[in-house]
């Protein structure tokens, strides 16, 4: 699955760490990956770049 995400580090056989950030329609519209990742903010940070302006 790991491959399948495009997060995938195969010298070790592990994924790297990753937040996704998937719209409404169900697309991944970004993928935060590493130490970025770690960090809960960074996720809400990625998630507020693509809000829907109502």
Do not use: W
Request: aromatic letters at 4%; proline letters at 2%; hydrophobic letters at 35%.
């Amino acid at each position: 699955m790991a491959e399948q995400y495009g997060v995938l580090i195969k010298e070790r056989r592990i994924a790297n760490r990753a937040t996704f950030v998937i719209d409404t329609e169900g697309k991944i519209v970004e993928i935060v990956e590493g130490s970025a990742a770690i960090d809960p903010t960074g996720a809400e940070t990625a998630c507020s770049r693509h809000k829907k302006k109502s």
